[in-house]
C-alpha cells in the first residue's frame, strides 16, 4: 500500500502468499491469544482512523481470505486423499490452566512489594499458592505484565507506563496530523503499526510474546518503527563550530563509550553463557522427568535450571 513497489504486481502477490501463509500457521496452531490481539488492533484502528482505514482494513481481510484457502487446501483437502485423514485441532473453550499461574504470578509480587522477588525468580523461588502447587508448570505465567510485576516489581510496570503515557500523547497529536489531511501512505503506515503493536500488547495479557526470540527480533524493528512514526518533528538548531568539542575530545570520548559499552556487553555475556550451561543441564531432565523432550513451543519446555542441576549433570 506503500512504498515503490505499490504497483508491482508481482510484489502484491508475493505478500499475498506470505500473508496467506503466515494466517495459514496461525489457523494451523489454534491461538487464541494471536486471534484475540489481532481482533483487538483491528478493531482498535478502525475506531482511532474510521474510514480513512478502511482500504487497510480491506487488504488485511483479503490476506485473512487467502489464509482459509490455503489452510481448506493443504490441512482440509489434500490430507482427506492421505492414509491419516484430516486431522483438525479443536478450539479450546477454558484458561488452559492459566488462572493458577496468575494467581501465583500476583502473590509473587506482593511478597516484596514493589520491587518483585527478583529476575529468574518465577523458576526458582518456592511455591506460594496451593493451585498452582498442583498445576503443570511452565517456564512463565503467560502474563508479560504480572510476570514483570512479579519477577522486577510494579515500580517497573509503573515505570513502563509513563513511557506508554509519552506514546500515547505522541501518537494522538500524530492522529490529528494524519486526519487532519496528510497523504494516503501515512494513515496506511500508522493505521497498520498501530494494530500490530496494540495486538501485541493485547497479547502479552494472555501468553508471553515479548519472550519468545522471534518476537522479540521482530517486536523490536516493530516497536522502533511504530516509535519513528509517532515522535514529533522538532528541528534541530544548527551547531555552532566554536561551541563544537574538538576532534581529540570526541575520539575519547568514543573510545570511552567503546570500552564502557563492551565491558558491560562481556559481562552480560559472561551470565549468558552460565544461563546456556544450566539450560543443557535441564535437557536431561525434559528427556527423562518429564518425557516430552524439547517441543518446538517454547512454553511446553522452559530450558531453565532446576534445583537438582544447577551443580552440573551427573556423572
Given amino acids: 500500500m506503500t512504498g515503490p513497489l505499490k504497483t508491482n504486481r508481482m510484489w502484491h502477490a508475493f505478500v499475498l502468499v506470505g500473508a496467506g501463509l503466515w494466517w495459514w500457521i496461525l489457523l494451523l496452531t489454534t491461538g487464541r491469544g494471536s486471534a484475540l490481539g489481532i481482533a483487538f488492533g483491528m478493531i482498535l484502528t478502525m475506531l482511532l482512523f474510521g474510514r480513512k482505514a478502511l482500504p487497510w482494513l480491506r487488504l488485511s481481510l483479503v490476506y485473512l481470505f487467502a489464509g482459509v484457502i490455503i489452510w481448506l487446501l493443504l490441512s482440509v483437502i489434500v490430507p482427506s486423499f492421505m492414509a491419516d485423514g484430516v486431522q483438525v ?20 509480587s506482593m511478597q516484596n512489594f514493589p520491587f518483585g522477588m527478583g529476575p529468574q525468580s518465577w ?109 514529533p518533528n522538532r528541528c534541530a538548531p544548527e551547531a555552532d563550530n566554536a561551541t563544537m568539542p574538538s576532534l581529540r575530545n570526541r575520539t575519547v570520548a568514543a573510545i570511552f563509550a567503546s570500552v564502557l559499552v563492551l565491558g558491560v556487553w562481556f559481562a552480560w555475556m559472561k551470565e549468558v553463557v552460565i544461563y546456556y550451561q544450566d539450560m543443557r543441564h535441564d535437557e536431561v531432565n525434559a528427556y527423562e522427568s518429564v518425557g516430552e523432550g524439547i517441543l518446538p513451543r517454547f512454553w511446553f519446555h522452559g530450558n531453565f535450571p532446576r534445583r537438582d542441576t544447577l551443580s552440573g549433570p551427573s556423572e
Fill in 89 to 108: 485441532r479443536s478450539i479450546k473453550a477454558d484458561s488452559s490452566g492459566r488462572m493458577p499461574l496468575f494467581i501465583e504470578a500476583w502473590a509473587m
Fill in 123 to 231: 523458576l526458582t523461588h518456592e511455591t506460594l499458592t496451593e493451585n498452582y502447587a498442583n498445576s503443570k508448570k511452565f517456564g512463565h505465567p503467560h502474563n508479560m505484565y504480572l510476570m514483570w510485576a512479579a519477577e522486577y516489581g510494579w515500580i517497573l510496570l509503573a515505570a513502563l507506563g509513563l513511557v506508554v503515557v509519552q506514546a500515547i500523547s505522541y501518537f494522538w497529536a500524530k492522529r490529528r496530523q494524519v486526519l487532519a489531511g496528510e497523504s494516503a501512505d501515512h494513515v496506511f503506515l500508522l493505521a497498520g503499526f498501530t494494530a500490530s503493536v496494540s495486538a501485541a500488547m493485547f497479547h502479552a495479557g494472555v501468553s508471553a510474546v515479548f519472550m519468545a526470540p522471534g518476537s522479540m527480533l521482530v517486536g523490536l524493528f516493530v516497536l522502533i518503527a511504530f516509535w519513528a512514526l509517532i515522535v
